[in-house]
T-cell receptor
Framework: QKEVEQNSGPLSVPEGAIASLNCTYSDRGSQSFFWYRQYSGKSPELIMSIYSNGDKEDGRFTAQLNKASQYVSLLIRDSQPSDSATYLCAGDPTGANSKLTFGKGITLSVRP | NAGVMQNPRHLVRRRGQEARLRCSPMKGHSHVYWYRQLPEEGLKFMVYLQKENIIDESGMPKERFSAEFPKEGPSILRIQQVVRGDSAAYFC????????????FGPGTRLTVT
């Protein structure tokens, strides 16, 4: 079974802190990864995609991919209460380019 | 509105009835994916379609579920003879092409089976 796993959480950080969200995957064939944010009762919203080893920054968000260690992470700098949501990691473990496999998500709470 | 559209947003069906969920992809997108999110569970892939073709249906239950994406009109996910276990949020996503193209989600249809 090709898996994308998010085992930590829920996560609570104070406003202004850095929130670090982690995700591991089981198949070295995975090529592309995505982070989505989902507010309660809403649909997933794409935050960032990452395909290459290293860091990718977009505003307060930084995605990190380490293919050798098979993990992908999302850092949120200067966390705001509006960042409180469930963050979903998704990848393509089969490498078949046909579907995303999602982790169960990490619930982040940013305390004012 | 250039986003993915889904309707209805909420659907209530009695056991044994049929449910039809519609999805119009973002303008310019010809790849459509359906996902299901059961209460307190993660998103699960169901089916991937291009215009007039089913590309991957490995996540679809073998019975009662079908999907199509005709040349004209929205993609439709059909659930026949619904059961209470079908109650879930059904999300459609669209993309410009297969992975690694990014997938954008619609607002979802929340199906309740009574």
């Amino acid at each position: 079974q090709k898996e994308v796993e998010q085992n930590s959480g829920p996560l609570s950080v104070p406003e202004g802190a850095i929130a670090s969200l982690n995700c591991t995957y089981s198949d070295r064939g995975s090529q592309s990864f995505f982070w989505y944010r989902q507010y309660s009762g809403k649909s997933p919203e794409l935050i960032m995609s990452i395909y290459s080893n290293g860091d990718k920054e977009d505003g307060r968000f930084t995605a990190q991919l380490n293919k050798a260690s098979q993990y992908v992470s999302l850092l949120i700098r200067d966390s705001q209460p509006s960042d409180s949501a469930t963050y979903l990691c998704a990848g393509d473990p089969t490498g078949a380019n046909s579907k995303l496999t999602f982790g169960k998500g990490i619930t982040l709470s940013v305390r004012p | 509105n250039a986003g993915v559209m889904q309707n209805p947003r909420h659907l209530v069906r009695r056991r044994g009835q049929e449910a039809r969920l519609r999805c119009s992809p973002m303008k310019g997108h010809s790849h459509v994916y359906w996902y299901r999110q059961l209460p307190e569970e993660g998103l699960k892939f169901m089916v991937y379609l291009q215009k007039e073709n089913i590309i991957d249906e490995s996540g679809m239950p073998k019975e009662r579920f079908s999907a199509e994406f005709p040349k004209e009109g929205p993609s439709i996910l059909r659930i026949q003879q619904v059961v209470r276990g079908d109650s879930a949020a059904y999300f459609c996503a669209s993309s410009l092409g297969p992975l690694p193209y990014e997938q954008y989600f619609g607002p979802g249809t929340r199906l309740t089976v009574t």
